[in-house]
């Protein structure tokens, strides 16, 4: 593939994406990174296990590293939104190439600790809502062509369920070695991360701001952005619904497949074909959106696609068929977001797009470490039929209401906005600047 044309400022020309060499190169740091850090996702719940042998410590250390998914991206979306993009993702990477390395390097000296464990899980996943933010605030400057962001979109989620395809198993086979082995090799992934980075030409400065920055006012603003666009609100709140039946049957068909005797090779091979089926999709999307004309069908055909999947899944506890059944409802899930995500990323300001994104980000997590909690607590009351035939009542319950929701009817209806204007929903915010407080 050869370079893209340089427009004189150093930002990408709106050429082919194939072409785009600075996506390229955010592209491919990102999927080695990803790679690493599902990598090392795999390793840490077995260090904990091998260092203490207690399950509910390897849970905390769960919890340490989910919680800044939920605590973090207000304020996170806030400083993005005024910090040079660059630079707030080099110090993102080398954060979590210093604070992986660590644990290699405690494991060699034979001084790791369970609270080193601990702090590295949360400093690991809060560098990488701070990256993935930034990322997304970049992404506009990286693909300035509008009509290339659903493409561009659909390939970060390609990478995602790719990079878990080959990081899981490797994780395991990388620890089995030698227990610091996933760590030098996510520590590595980040430094190469940085390179890319710092390779990218496209100017990514901070939005332009005067006056005086005020934190609690700028995430204020953030919210009120997302929620008073009323299409935004609905498909957050839609997006919300799904997520959390979708990340439910995770633990669910695990938990189903293994009272029936499944080994966990078995389970393992359940979820790649799951896996598998999300990275088609990704890799479909691209083609298949530009020629479905209804936003609308493509947001409540995804729910209604799910519904008849989870209940078929009451029929076997076979794990090939439960694997195949997830990934039926993973496969349409990246023509979604492909869809909804660049509707919604062209109508945000770019002062504004890092605290949305935080907002959009913090709506559609919060419930998710909930549904694996209410999975378990019916499956162990009320068997795996009467759960799964309850996930899929919630799952229809959001495709009704993104089939009849008026505000999906008309942004359906309005033609793509051409990235330089504004949603009629998305308030004008002046930008903010000056002192940090």
């Known amino acids: 593939m050869s370079a893209d044309p340089a427009h004189p400022s150093g930002r990408a020309t709106a050429g082919p994406l194939r072409s785009n060499r600075d996506f390229r190169l955010l592209w491919i740091g990102q999927s080695l990174s990803s790679l690493g850090g599902a990598v090392s996702g795999v390793a840490f719940p077995l260090l904990v296990l091998a260092t203490t042998g207690s399950a509910t410590k390897a849970g905390l250390a769960g919890l340490a590293a989910n919680a800044p998914f939920v605590l973090l991206q207000l304020p996170a979306g806030a400083y993005v939104d005024r910090w040079n993009r660059r630079a707030v993702m080099l ?51 990286v693909v300035p062509d509008e009509s290339q962001l659903g493409t561009a979109i659909a390939l970060n ?52 701001a005067t006056g005086t920055r005020h934190l ?85 055909g995804v729910a209604w696609v799910a519904v008849p999947a989870i209940l078929l899944m009451t029929t076997s506890a076979n794990p090939l068929a439960l694997g195949a059944l997830l990934a039926l409802i993973l496969s349409v899930w990246p023509l979604y977001n492909a869809v909804v995500v660049a509707r919604w990323m062209a ?56 089939s009849l929701s008026q505000d999906i009817r008309t942004e359906s209806q309005r033609p793509p906005l051409n990235g330089r204007e504004r949603s009629p929903d998305m308030p004008a915010v002046e930008p903010t600047g000056g002192e940090f407080r």
């Open 216 to 300: 609690g006012r700028e995430i204020r603003e953030g919210l009120t952005a997302a929620w008073s666009n009323r299409f935004l609100r609905t498909a957050s709140l839609l997006t919300a619904g799904s997520d959390f039946v979708i990340n439910g049957l995770f633990l669910i068909t695990i938990v189903i497949a293994s009272r029936h005797g499944a080994s966990p090779a078995q389970i393992g091979v359940m979820l790649a074909i799951g896996g598998a089926g999300g990275l088609l999709g990704a890799l479909t999307a691209p083609k298949l959106a530009p020629r479905i004309p209804s936003l609308r069908f493509v947001i409540a």
């Open 347 to 402: 109508q945000v300001p770019d002062n504004l797009i890092g605290r949305v994104q935080g907002a959009v980000a913090l709506l559609g997590w919060a419930p998710v470490p909930l549904a694996p909690l209410l999975g378990g607590v019916l499956l162990d009351h009320l068997g795996g039929v009467v759960t799964l035939t309850i996930f899929a009542a919630l799952m229809t319950a959001v495709a009704v209401a993104a």
């Open 157 to 208: 989620q390609a990478r995602s369920y790719g990079t878990s395809l080959a990081g899981d198993p490797l994780g395991g086979f990388l620890f089995g070695i030698r227990h610091l082995l996933p760590f030098v090799v996510d520590a590595v992934s980040y430094v190469v991360s940085l390179m890319t980075v710092a390779a990218i030409r496209t100017p990514l400065p901070a939005p332009t």
């Open 91 to 141: 110090c993102a990477d080398a954060g979590r190439a210093a604070a992986v390395g660590s644990v290699a390097v405690a494991l060699v000296l034979g001084a790791l600790t369970y609270w080193q464990i601990l702090v590295v899980a949360a400093l690991e996943s809060s560098c990488l809502v701070v990256f993935r933010l930034a990322e997304g605030a970049a992404l506009k400057a």
